[in-house]
């Protein structure tokens, strides 16, 4: 069944149940997301895609909430612009965003200050250099919980990877910070696969960034393999 | 590695391999009473006997702060150093225990014998400073400064002459104008012989689940955990839901800072808790209860335990309805009721996305009611005297009587009933005033807000602090006196939600933590250009845009404080 309503001031036509931001991608409004993934449970974590909706005291997060007839949402009023800006100042204090692009892009669309918040505890992380398929940099991690939820429910059911820590202080991390091959992690490569900053990289492209050249890393690759 | 004798362990956790994942909270605090902490072999052997992976197991571990994966001393002391208790110099007392053992908060003696820990609101802040040393509360703690003897040493003149205080169990301090739902409190724990039958529950059983909520609408009663949600309409919600089960959960996780009346309900009348369950499961037709008690409230236990037993003896409990006790273990957020869901599940405390909301999807994804404390204390007298005779006591939008936490700088701090509609002026006269003159109060806890001396007359109802801008939250009423200096309270604040915040959603994750930075530097009078403008972004993005009611309401008193005293704020 098909409703209508109020986006940004046109209206819009979507199916009974489908998400605000599934409408919003289909008439052409461009709402922003970071732990959003068409591949993976939406859990409305990073709340860079709320938006305003009439009558309700919350901003909304456009990747779960459903359309319904005759709402009318803003999706890009003074709230959500000042939430969405925040959030991205406050990523850029905390982690390394250099291997983010879409996030990078996003700032310049927000007009977001990565020098907004001076002296902050940044969250940063050893390299994690473990395994011959990936390395784990945790110092660009912003836990959109994507890795996790690929190695559990949501694909592979290896349950490999949790979270160390609360809060703040979270970061992806194995049971007690064993090594990937200790772990019953299959190196399926879903976790880098869906990795938004490069926090989890193919280990042949850290190589290369590290600059070594492909034979030497084909040289390397032979004879590291410790999988039992 | 071997020197971890495994041994001990499976008798100890086979009671809750039957509960699966849902075992874990419970298996983990049993292995953890054996070795002290959690070690690496300890923990896969519970994953394994529980089939939960293991790096699950690792998770939850981490996220709850009275689990440890590495050694702790084999006697934990945790002093309290939220607002409370800071006001009766809680970080001397912390310094003091800390350097007379040498050692450093959240540190552990070589030998082993000792770890002493800074520690969130203990809930014990009429009894100011206070510590939880193992299991037993140590209140209105003083130092004996001999160092032969230094130790922790309670004033225990009073708890000494009534009998029915054991050791290690806090005193409950009740006052107020009106004893309906704290009649049986103030003289230790009630016996099921003294509490007498469920005369309540009796009725409500010749009643018809239908006519069992009505009665809970009729009366007006509404959530006191904080949320203020109206109780029968939620009943009716889970009532009317389709679930081949359904649960009644009661929260007892009180860890807003501030508050400690449930802590006192539950020790004093256990049984009152386990009435209003019973009445909740005839109305929405559950088979199972749970009652969640935070981790900081150990002695609570075996008061109960020994409730739940009188309660199955007497047939008040049996296979159709019985009840299950449950324990946090250091987090904040487990008062939220789909985090306490899921750490029920045996999972960390994240709270889930609403909609759906507990009524239809609740604990194990079943219809489920979850009440505060207090709510259900409630539930007898509306059951037993009728909404009408109840709704005769308070106002007509605020019907019934409520509990306010009074602590801080007045003379007689503890649990006060009055009928809403009292003054915050008549209030703290009962508390025996204010000790040196009134500067603010922190109202409805952490995540309450400021008033002040211009707030002396504002009726104690929801309507009219509505109208004020205070929120009555879990009935804190913490009193600051002129000497205080806000900028303490604020800081401590700003670290309370840093370290409770899960960590799920963005906004309260790093709001958090860039609020408590923001708060330091207000403290240490040393801000820089624009942090007011940036705690207000900060602020205000938590409370639009957080995920649950935790990061929504960590900016709350910051920024009702930031409108009374800009220039706290301001750089000097």
Aim: hydrophobic share 40%; aromatic share 8%.
């Amino acid at each position: 069944m098909a409703i209508t309503f109020l986006m940004d001031g046109k209206e819009i036509t979507a199916e009974d149940g489908q998400t605000l931001l599934d409408a919003a991608r289909e008439n052409g409004i461009h709402i922003p997301t970071i732990c959003f993934h068409e591949a993976t449970t939406a859990n409305a974590l990073c709340r860079i895609c709320v938006v305003e909706v009439e009558g309700m005291r919350l901003l909304q997060p456009a990747c779960i909430v459903k359309a319904a007839a005759n709402q009318k949402v803003q999706t890009r009023s003074e709230r959500v612009v000042r939430a969405r800006k925040t959030i991205l100042e406050m990523l850029a204090s905390t982690m390394d965003l250099s291997d983010a692009p879409e996030i990078l892009t996003m700032m310049d669309e927000y007009s977001a200050d990565a020098s907004r918040f001076p002296d902050t505890q940044r969250r940063e992380s050893e390299v994690k250099d473990d395994n011959p398929m990936y390395v784990r940099d945790y110092s660009k991690c912003l836990l959109c919980w994507r890795c996790v939820q690929v190695c559990a429910e949501d694909a592979q059911y290896t349950f490999a990877i949790n979270f160390d820590g609360r809060g703040y202080e979270t970061q992806i991390g194995t049971f007690f910070e064993r090594t990937i091959p200790e772990t019953t992690c299959v190196l399926c490569g879903q976790c880098v696969g869906v990795c938004p900053t490069g926090a989890l990289k193919p280990k042949r492209e850290f190589l290369l960034e590290q600059g070594m050249t492909p034979d030497q890393i084909s040289v390397l690759n032979t004879g590291r393999k410790k999988r039992k | 590695m071997s020197e971890i004798n495994l041994a001990p362990l499976t008798p100890a956790i086979e009671k809750f391999i039957p509960l699966g994942r849902s075992g874990l909270l419970p298996a983990l605090h049993a292995a953890q009473k054996i070795y002290g902490w959690l070690p690496q072999e300890v923990a896969a052997e519970v994953a394994k006997s529980l089939r939960v992976p293991l790096a699950d197991v690792h998770g939850v571990i981490e996220f709850y702060s009275l689990f440890y994966n590495e050694p702790v001393g084999r006697k934990i002391i945790r002093v309290c150093t939220d607002q409370a208790c800071a006001l009766k110099n809680a970080d001397g007392l912390l310094r003091h225990l800390c350097d007379h053992h040498g050692l450093e908060p959240n540190q552990t003696t070589p030998e082993r014998t000792l770890t002493i820990e800074p520690s969130p609101c203990l809930g014990l802040c009429e009894q100011a400073p206070a510590a939880l040393v193992d299991d037993k509360a140590e209140t209105n703690i003083s130092l004996v400064t001999d160092s032969k003897v230094s130790r922790l040493s309670s004033k225990r003149q009073e708890t000494f002459e009534s009998a029915a205080y054991e050791l290690g169990r806090p005193r409950s301090i009740v006052g107020g104008s009106l004893r309906l739902l704290t009649a049986n409190c103030g003289n230790g724990t009630t016996s099921l012989a003294n509490y007498g039958e469920y005369a309540a529950l009796n009725k409500a059983l010749t009643m018809s689940s239908e006519e069992v909520v009505n009665e809970i609408k009729a009366s007006g009663l509404v959530g006191r955990g904080g949320a203020a949600f109206p109780t029968g309409v939620k009943w009716e919600g889970a009532a009317n839901a389709d679930g081949d089960q359904k649960y009644v959960v009661c929260n007892a996780d009180e860890s807003e800072p501030g508050t400690f009346k449930d802590r006192v309900l539950l020790l004093d009348d256990p049984h009152r808790t386990i009435e209003g369950m019973c009445i909740a499961s005839h109305a929405i037709g559950a088979t199972k209860g749970y009652i969640y008690v935070r981790g900081e409230y150990p002695y609570i236990l075996p008061v109960l335990e020994t409730a739940l037993t009188e309660a199955r003896a007497a047939g008040y409990l049996d296979e159709n309805f019985d009840i299950e006790i449950r324990v946090g273990a250091g987090a904040y957020i487990c008062g939220e009721e789909t985090a306490l869901f899921e750490s029920i599940e045996g999972k960390r405390g994240f709270p889930r996305v609403k909609p759906p909301f507990p009524t239809t999807n609740g604990l194990f994804d079943k219809p489920t009611v979850i009440n505060n404390v207090e709510t259900l204390f409630n539930v007898p007298f509306i059951i037993a005297k009728g909404a009408a005779d109840y709704r005769k006591v308070g106002t007509e939008k605020s019907p019934g009587s409520k509990l306010f936490c009074v602590s801080g700088d007045v003379a007689k701090p503890g649990v006060y009933e009055v009928p809403f509609g009292v003054t915050l002026r008549e209030l703290l006269e009962m508390s025996g005033g204010v000790t040196g003159n009134l500067q603010s109060v922190l109202f409805g806890g952490a995540a309450g807000a400021f008033a002040t001396s211009d707030h002396l007359d504002v009726k104690l109802t929801f309507e009219d602090l509505r109208a004020a801008g205070l929120p009555l939250g879990s009935g804190v009423v913490m009193v600051f006196n002129e000497t205080r200096d806000m900028r303490d309270v604020l800081k401590r604040l700003g670290h309370f939600f840093a370290h409770e915040s899960c960590g799920k959603c963005y906004p309260c994750q790093m709001g958090t933590q860039r609020q408590m930075e923001i708060l330091e530097r207000v403290a240490n009078k040393v801000t820089l250009p624009d942090d007011a403008i940036r705690l207000q972004d900060v602020g205000w993005t938590m409370t639009d845009a957080s995920l649950c009611g935790l990061g929504q309401t960590a900016a709350s008193a910051v920024l009702s404080a930031m409108k009374l005293w800009p220039s706290l704020f301001v750089e000097r």
